[in-house]
């Protein structure tokens, strides 16, 4: 199956601070999403990003397919950015959806 | 507000027991899908549905079933609970092929 990478594991900032999360896949994807685990364990959707470049707000993801990767820019923390970042791709190479495959997430923590 | 519920939120069984586990989305998505999160795994996929009368089995499907006889429910029955099926549980479902997977808010359940 695919493998999916995320980088730093653990990632420990103040307040303010801006930060780039990697994710890493082995093969190509037709749908990259990032999630924001909060600490009362709901997923959120950050971003749907099979290729390109989205912002919202503080955030923004960059995918460039074709090396395989992804990135999630945050800037200016905030101590309610704390939680699990996951990156999850979908493979499809059964020619339909087949359900997202997870990275083990970036554990970060803002410090006010 | 479309949204995707789960029930119960919280569960305690016994060992051997027969569970099921509810997920209902009002969105009219064709594609659902469960998945279990254990710490030091991330998230799994358990098993998913294209559409009405249609499962398939994901990475960890042994032990579990699912059924869809409506656009709005997929159902997760573990037939005879394990102690290694505590988990939580999370429901998923999207519009089509490789589009956003929004999820519910989990379901935590404890096998003794």
Redesign the interface.
Known sequence: ?IQVEQSPPDLILQEGANSTLRCNFSDSV??L?W?HQNPW???I?LF?I?SGTKQNGRLSATTVATERYSLLYISSSQTTDSGVY?C?V?W?KGG??????????THLIIQP | DAEITQSPRHKITETGRQVTLACHQTWNHNNMFWYRQDLGHGLRLIHYSYGVHDTNKGEVSDGYSVSRSNTEDLPLTLESAASSQTSVYFCASSPGDFGTQYFGPGTRLTVL
């Open positions: 199956g037709n749908n999403q999630f364990g709901q997923l959707n749907y099979p996951f999850a979908e499809g339909g959806a087949d359900g997202l495959t997870f990275g083990k997430g």
